[in-house]
């Protein structure tokens, strides 16, 4: 009897009437949301509850009687609404709605890329949208790139690449064996730093070089950071360019970084995850100039380029390095660890079983060409200058600095005295979140607290600035 209930749950499960009945209706809820979001017409970008609050809510619902499309509105409801204009916090993509679709097909179908006979599809799309990223990069066809799950993973990679290439010890094949380092940016992604110490650099082979007034590495004091390290008995074997920053949006003189490398031959990597996309722009391409020149460089797809997370190109300039770092035997998956098979991705990415993750690149492009990332990125860049400007006009209110990309921060500072401007800014962004009618995010910048916006929707316009501007004025004005 528990056999016939139990082939009964999973010929439910299987059913194909049953998914096309609830899917319909999703689809239905999700463009209802959609709508909804781009016409301002919720109330809330998020609805705010503590965590425990959040936490008891769904304990409660597990054990209530929903249907699936129940449960789907439920979710729906309590979960920031990031398609809304007024969301401007973290760095996440407004995903276009194409590129869902084509993750609910990569999620049905299941099919993985480390091996080629379980995603001939998925392998064949990564190798080519990987090597129309590194020919908009200015690469030639000497390159090659992968698709991993995020830009720690994309950046832990390429160091470990750099490490195959620059390190005077094989690490692969006789462990550790002397101190190496790195040189960084202060302003580089905390990935970069996690990266290094799960290689084993420990504090001191991180070298971190302090920024200019734009936030931007002081390439005039690359020299004496690497003669200092090398005096220490350090073997340096990478630099790496932000291109941009996460925290202020400031890129870096990549050319001058690129010479620094290539003098000392060291290695050059460029943590483009969020900034790397104005590679498709012609108006802002210039800010990653020398971008070319780099051995390896990361691009997140599910930040600027309208793809669900977590979609990362990870590029080297020339194909064989990525090779080198995984070269390793597993017969069960493939006869030859030598041979170079693009097909094969499991063999140039910690990951195996992987998502399909190009199909969402694939149907973004097939559908609107590579224009539809450079009008995105162009979209996204000028409406901050946008901003920036209508914050310089107010006086209450003091600019960290001129936005070169999407990310801005700011700060109310109608305050008798600076102590109180810190304390006021977390109180205003508290408070903000808690109404829900705007996410916006915060952050420490030269010991001082910033609001900080990061403008990812291209629908959002200087109405949605003013109503947050105002609102912040008002907050400010009660405190």
Not at 340 to 352: A, I, L, M, Y
Request: glycine residues 6%; negative net charge.
């Amino acid at each position: 009897m528990e056999l016939l209930s139990t082939q009964h749950l999973l010929k439910e499960a299987y059913d194909p009437k049953q998914f096309r009945s609830i899917g319909h209706q999703l689809i239905d809820l999700l463009a209802d949301h959609l709508e909804d979001s781009q016409t301002a017409s919720k109330d809330v970008v998020l609805p705010y509850k503590t965590p425990k609050e959040e936490l008891d809510f769904w304990q409660q619902h597990l054990q209530s009687d929903a249907s699936p499309l129940d449960t789907f509105k439920t979710i729906l409801q309590h979960s920031i609404h990031i398609q809304d204009p007024r969301y401007m916090g973290h760095q996440t993509a407004t995903v276009a709605p194409i590129a869902s679709l084509a993750g609910l097909m990569s999620d049905l179908l299941n099919n993985g890329t480390g091996v080629f006979e379980m995603g001939p599809a998925s392998n064949a799309l990564e190798k080519l949208v990987t090597d129309l990223l590194s020919s908009y990069v200015g690469y030639d066809s000497s390159a090659s790139g992968i698709l991993t799950s995020g830009g720690t993973l994309a950046n832990l990679t390429a160091l470990l690449a750099a490490r195959k290439a620059k390190n005077s010890h094989d690490v692969w094949q006789d462990g550790h064996n002397g101190s190496l380092a790195v040189i960084v940016s202060q302003e580089s992604h905390y990935c970069i730093d996690r990266a290094a110490r799960i290689m084993g650099f420990g504090d001191e082979g991180i070298i971190q070089v302090p920024v200019d007034k734009n936030f931007k590495i002081k390439t005039d004091e690359l020299e004496q950071h690497y003669k200092n390290a090398v005096e220490k008995g350090l073997e340096v074997i990478a630099v790496v360019g932000c291109a941009c920053s996460t925290a202020t949006g400031s890129y870096d003189d990549l050319e001058a970084l690129a010479d620094f490398s290539k003098k000392h031959d060291l290695w050059f990597h460029v943590d483009g995850a969020h900034g790397g996309a104005a590679v498709f722009s012609k108006k802002y391409r210039n800010l990653v100039k020398g971008i070319d020149k780099a051995d390896s460089v990361v691009i997140d797809f599910h930040k600027m380029l309208m793809t669900p997370a977590l979609t990362t190109a990870l590029l080297f300039k020339e194909g064989k390095d990525v090779y080198k770092t995984f070269a390793q035997k597993a017969q069960y998956l493939w006869d030859s660890p030598q041979s170079e098979d693009w097909f094969n991705s499991g063999k140039r990415t910690f990951e195996c079983t992987k998502l399909m993750m190009s199909i969402k690149v694939y149907v973004l492009l097939k559908t609107y060409g590579t224009e539809i990332f450079e009008q995105n990125v162009n979209q996204l860049y000028d409406v901050t200058k946008d901003f920036a400007q209508m914050i310089s006009k107010r006086s209450n209110f003091e600019l960290l600095t001129e936005p070169e990309a999407n990310i801005l921060n700011f700060r109310y500072v109608d305050c008798t005295l600076e102590q109180d401007i810190d304390a006021i800014n977390t109180v205003i962004r508290q408070q903000l979140i808690e109404a829900g009618e705007f996410y916006i995010v915060q952050t420490t910048i030269s010991g001082q607290k910033y609001l900080r916006c990061t403008i990812m929707n291209p629908f959002t316009n200087k109405d949605h600035f003013s109503a947050l501007l105002n609102e912040i004025e008002n907050i400010g004005n009660l405190l």
